[in-house]
């Protein structure tokens, strides 16, 4: 597409096929309120001297206040951290009171359990269209060890966990598992001892390949939602990756739909499995769920924002 008539939406389509990370950008305002806004229009820009950009809306509602300060603070979002993202792309009035933060070095409030934060001094602000280009000269920076959150077309992804599971379906030890949900209830095979379905995949499309299986097992439409676990079995050397998924209406061919307030009275057939089910167990009781990355036997979970 070219000339005069460029359709906008479909331009802002085709600039989200470029894969960003999420930052939040701060400052103090002129009346000493912390101010700032969810931006993916990050870009660094130079070493010597140390600069860095990012694009504001004049839409904004903070415009104003954003391109009168001496300063402001770019926030790298952690990969946890996508209820971060939200909050401060929504019109919440006080963005800064779910976040934990300070003031960095040069005065503009830097995020708690960020992947990584710029405090800067402005050194241009340019007129760009419908934008305005905030130049940062940076004053202060700190580097954690958290991996960033990721940005594409229009949704959150998780680079690190994506890497993982790319890396070990093309190293062909791949096991695909899933917690099927349907109302409060999750399918599980099995009768006196249970396990949750799941296939090997070694070549071909690993998430294609689950949800066939799923649909063959239960006889149901199967929609695959959210990533939920990630370990190395120490025993078979596979990889693991449980997905949480979605049944459709209909009696099960196979298996059963076990009330998840019965999970915890259930015999597994492995420990991993129980892990993985207590957790869902626990989780859904608080409507909070996370995603585990570890082996069998430790990991963490990193956490994933509550369920709207
Ligand atoms: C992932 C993501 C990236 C965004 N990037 C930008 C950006 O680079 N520049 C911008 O002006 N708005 C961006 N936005 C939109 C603003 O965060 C949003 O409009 C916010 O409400 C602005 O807040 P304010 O009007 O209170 O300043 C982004 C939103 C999201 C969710």
């Not at 995020?111 to 050194?123: I, K, S, T, Y």
């Not at 995949?201 to 439409?221: F, N, S």
């Not at 019965?262 to 015999?267: C, E, K, N, S, V």
Request: proline share 5%; with cysteine; net charge negative.
């Amino acid at each position: 597409m070219n000339g005069a008539a460029l359709d906008p939406r479909a331009l802002r389509n085709a600039f989200g096929a470029f894969a960003t990370g999420v930052t939040v950008v701060t400052a103090i305002a002129d009346d000493g309120r912390p101010i700032g806004f969810t931006a993916n229009s990050f870009t660094s820009v130079s070493l010597d001297p140390p600069l860095l950009l990012v694009c504001l809306s004049r839409t904004s509602r903070s415009f104003d206040a954003m391109t009168r300060t001496k300063g402001f603070a770019v926030n790298i979002l952690a990969d946890a951290q996508k209820d971060v993202s939200n909050t401060f792309a929504r019109p919440i009035e006080d963005r800064f009171a779910t976040v934990e933060w300070t003031r960095g070095p040069f005065g503009s409030p830097v995020l708690a359990g960020v992947a990584a934060w710029f405090d800067c001094r402005v050194e241009k602000i340019v007129d760009a269209g419908d934008h305005g280009v905030l130049l940062g000269r940076v004053e202060a920076f700190h580097d954690s060890d958290r991996n960033g959150l990721g940005y594409f077309r229009g949704g959150y992804f998780n680079p690190t966990l994506d890497a993982r599971a790319v890396s070990a379906a093309s190293a062909g030890h791949l096991h695909l598992g899933a917690v099927i949900e349907r109302q409060d209830e999750v399918f599980l095979l099995g009768d006196a001892v249970r396990s949750l379905p799941g296939c090997d995949v070694d070549h071909g499309e690993p998430l294609a390949a689950l949800q066939a299986k799923l649909e063959e097992v239960t006889g149901l439409p199967i929609t695959i939602g959210f990533l939920y676990s990630v370990y190395a079995a120490e025993g078979n050397g596979r990889q693991h990756i449980v997905y949480r998924a979605l049944a459709g209406e209909g009696p099960v061919r196979s298996g059963a739909f076990v009330p998840v307030d019965r999970l915890a009275q259930q015999r597994f057939d492995s420990q991993p499995t129980a892990d993985v089910l207590n957790r869902f167990a626990m989780e859904s009781s608080i409507g909070n769920f996370g995603v585990y990355v570890g082996n069998e036997t430790a990991g963490r979970v990193l956490s994933i924002p509550r369920k709207a």
